[in-house]
């Protein structure tokens, strides 16, 4: 049905604008999935490739020099940074020294003396830009990039960002909402410097944004929208409060954004973007990785009863003699630290996350189609949906969603997935992310070794 | 206005040529010397810029370095360092912020996703406070007439009721979006936050049986419509012991269902009553057994599992999901024929 006369015909009423650009869409997309039905498996396998010279060209060349249009982006020159450089690491692909060190003094330039990043040189810092910064220097690794962050002055604008509310804003006087949570918190673990002043409360404020559809909304009362989903859910484990949302609601929720077209949307009703690949699709690795935790705190709560929560309180964190190898469990160490009552993995429901065993509760080679046959370009880059321009923002995030993808079914980031967990040949396959931080998984090893010693 | 310099391209007299601006000595940007994401300015949009930094750093509050802000808010609304100095500017000079809600309404008849334009509008309208609640709820109705979803929009909105009032004809107002679109999540969502919060409304319990009548009618009108399913569980958020015994909902279910329409929503909500303690009844165990026979003709003497097996073929897309469901089913199971609880 692509007319709304037609829909009118067939529902004897008007077509509702939410009816006509969801058919819009639907439309162009199920044209390209059968187009892909009827040729040829072997240009199937062309059609569904990962573009990655052209990815790595368009990637690199705006690294290098962007056109004056970009002058909307100014303020948001470390997010141009992060999305790039992420991207290329997700590719495998690794920036060339020159440009390495001319991003690390770029984004030193950005930084304020007094703590915390700014969108571009002398801009006031700015908590969703000191994300990108911070997210970026990790990327690109190394102890240049490393220890070019000042702490102590960021853990100072931290403080200045927290709100008696609980939550956080996003500048000097800025707005508040769950980004900013997020953003405030993420750094501040990723970093080391997470503490009992910038989580309290926390909690609360965004467990009042969970709304009646199970999602998580930017502000209390406003609407469950997936990027906040992912904010809210995220910093919830980085806190060790996740039990307190209604984690059912969410799932159900959540779930229900995965649409005919394949790929996801960020609200109920609203149409299918390629960003939500990650927004959405991430929230998926953050339940997974969650299932993980409690398996190990379970044993660790039978062993150690009481005396898990007081070693916490004074610095060490459970779990540390359980997981001395494995970096990949800085993740469930945040997770399994102080609060009593935390990651309560005695109630039912995260007990039934385990069972899910190996599989992931969304459609991850549907996903995956929706990436590589409607938002990828061919000339390099990543669309939110076709009839749109490719950008470094979707770019990013729709590698991230696949990355997400075709790792979901692997218990750990250490055996690489079985080749009918990537869709397209084998070589689309991504480098695995940290679902918390979103960053490199290698990466993420690489600074937490660094900023724990610090 | 400052004097006779215009903002049309091409027309303006640089800044570095206007005498009134000569005791100003410009300031560029500090990038360093090999920047990455360098942006190839244009000419007017560097000078705006090293004129801005000027009066920034030495915090000059004045009326040209209001102006200034307005040029370089033109080039580029999201720079949030020149809002913030435009808001201090403002203060200082103790401008009239009425005229400034005028400003941000042109502004954000083109920008109407920016976090800055909004986060300036309520600044503004909270520094106006009680006096700009109707041209507020007036303003953002102007935006959501564009884009009835625009989330912003519906933020700023909220707020405004929820700090200024002005929820009188709130409810109207989302009866009459919904009319327009009653796919539109974002008024659903808003008659949530009224049928909750509305001072004058008496609160979810009070109003949840006229909340129902007007759902389902909205259900039955167009059952693939998320919208007004989740709503209709969440006028029961927090009271499970109504959910489940209010004849309406399972009636709802049961009709959905007899009417062969779109079933998954129906399923899913018959689904979230039995996990819930609700027992089901006949008709709906016919229902439910119709669908399951004519897709994998295994009848399932537990209701709640041959929901989840018809939900997994007729909602492929979350066949993993209604699996995982059915194998975390509540301990009880209720036998379908002999109404027999066992474990």
Known sequence: ?454 | MMGSDTEEEGKAVPLRQRPEWSDVTPIPQDDGPNPVVPIAYKPEFEETMDYFRALYFNDERSPRALQLTHQAIAFNPGNYTVWHFRRLILETLNSDLREELDYIEQIAKINTKNYQIWHHRRWVAEKLGNDAMAKELQFTKKILSLDAKNYHAWSHRQWVLQTLGGWEDELDYCNQLLEEDIFNNSAWNQRYLVVTQCPNLGGLRAMRESEVKYTTKAILANPENESPWTYLRGLYKGDTNSWINDPEISSICLKVLTAKAYPVFALSILLNLLCHGYQGNQELRDAVGALNSSISGKPDSDLAKAVCSVLEHVDPMRANYWRWRKSNLPSAIIDISTGIESL
């Not at chain 1, 692509?2 to 509702?16: D, F, N, Q």
């Not at chain 1, 994300?131 to 100072?156: D, F, H, Q």
């Not at chain 1, 075709?406 to 869709?423: D, E, R, T």
């Open chain 1, 1 to 454: 049905m692509e007319s709304a006369s037609e829909a009118s015909a067939v529902k004897g009423r008007r077509a509702t604008v939410t009816e006509i650009d969801q058919w819009m869409v639907q439309g162009q997309v199920f044209r390209i999935y059968d187009i892909f039905a009827n040729i040829p498996r072997n240009a199937q396998t062309l059609m569904l490739e990962l573009q990655r010279d052209k990815h790595i060209e368009y990637l690199t060349k705006g690294l290098r020099q962007l056109g004056s249009s970009f002058v909307v982006l100014d303020a948001n020159r470390p997010w141009l940074c992060y999305w790039i450089l992420h991207s290329l690491a997700l590719l495998g692909e690794s920036v060339d020294h020159e440009l390495e060190g001319n991003a690390i003094d770029f984004l030193d330039h950005c930084q304020d003396p007094n703590g915390g990043y700014g969108g571009g040189p002398g801009q006031l810092p700015h908590l969703a830009t000191t994300y990108a910064a911070v997210n970026s220097l990790i990327t690109l690794g190394g102890e240049k990039a490393l220890s070019s962050i000042n702490r102590g002055k960021l853990s100072s604008f931290l403080q200045r960002m927290k709100q008696p509310s609980g939550a956080f804003s996003m500048h000097d006087a800025g707005e508040i909402d769950v980004r900013a949570c997020y953003t405030a918190i993420s750094v501040a673990s990723i970093l080391n410097i997470l503490d009992d002043e910038l989580i309290v409360g926390v909690g609360n404020y965004i467990l009042s944004c969970q709304t009646y559809e199970g999602g998580i909304a930017g502000e209390p009362g406003s609407e469950a929208h997936g990027g906040y989903t992912f904010c809210g859910l995220a910093t919830m484990v980085l806190i060790d409060e996740v039990n307190r949302l209604d984690l059912a609601g969410l799932i159900n929720w959540v779930v229900f954004r995965q649409g005919v077209e394949c790929g996801f949307q960020g609200r109920t009703n609203k149409l299918v973007d390629g960003c939500y690949s990650f927004w959405q699709g991430g929230v998926f690795a953050l339940l997974q990785k969650l299932h993980t935790v409690c398996g190990e705190t379970q044993a660790l709560s039978d062993s150690e009863g009481d005396s898990a929560t007081d070693s916490a309180s004074e610095g060490e964190v459970p779990g540390d003699n359980l997981c001395e190898e494995d970096q990949t469990c800085h993740f469930e160490h945040g997770a399994q630290s102080n609060a009593p009552g935390s990651v309560d993995c005695s109630s039912g429901y995260t007990q039934n996350l385990r069972r899910s065993e190996t599989e992931p509760l969304f459609q991850s080679m549907a996903l995956q189609q929706y990436v590589l046959l409607c938002s990828q370009d061919q000339e390099g880059g990543f669309r939110d949906k076709p009839g749109k321009a490719r950008d470094y923002y979707h770019t990013c995030y729709c590698l991230g969603g696949l990355s997400v993808c075709q790792y979901i079914w692997s218990k750990n980031g250490n055996a690489p997935p079985l080749p009918k967990a990537v869709l397209g040949p084998y070589s689309n396959l991504l480098e695995p992310i940290h679902p918390v931080y979103n960053v490199v998984l290698q990466q993420y090893q690489e600074a937490y070794e660094f900023f724990s010693r610090s």
